[in-house]
């Protein structure tokens, strides 16, 4: 998990107030630098996750029920992957099994990745965030 999934969960969080907040009062509440804000709530509102809302009185607000998204769901989101390295990804062009053949230490990421994956998608945002239902 990268930055951007940090930051995106600590927006998310402070959307749970049911309020609608700029990005200038999310970036320094959740100190975060303001130029990420802006791309991390585009990303979320592409996904569905926000709503945006430019101009005066604009603003941004949860749209979406936290429960229904994973924690896995949200890396994909603002990654693109969840892939603990390169080689997980079954495009990728190892050039040390091209020569070698079968990689033990891929099998056993591989191994560990699913692991990994299935507790990621057992967790709901909301699950995360702590609130109480």
């Not at 951007?4 to 309020?19: F, S």
């Not at 009062?25 to 996904?47: C, D, H, M, V, W």
């Not at 029920?65 to 990804?89: F, H, P, R, V, W």
């Amino acid at each position: 998990m990268n930055k951007k999934t940090d930051y995106a969960l600590r927006i998310i969080r402070a959307l749970t107030d049911q309020n609608r907040h700029t990005a200038a009062e999310l970036a320094g509440n959740e100190q975060i630098p303001l130029a990420f804000t802006y791309k991390i709530l585009k990303q979320l509102s592409r996904a569905g996750i926000i709503s945006l809302e430019r101009g005066p009185g604009g603003g941004c607000s949860l749209q979406t029920d936290l429960k229904q998204i994973s924690l896995y769901d949200l890396i994909l989101i603002m990654e693109g992957e969840a892939d603990m390295t390169a080689c997980m990804n079954g495009h990728y062009d190892c050039s040390w099994r091209k020569s070698h053949g079968i990689c033990k230490i891929h099998l056993n990421l591989m191994a560990v990745q699913k692991e990994i994956n299935q507790k990621l998608q057992s967790k709901s945002l909301w699950d995360i965030i702590g609130k109480t239902t």
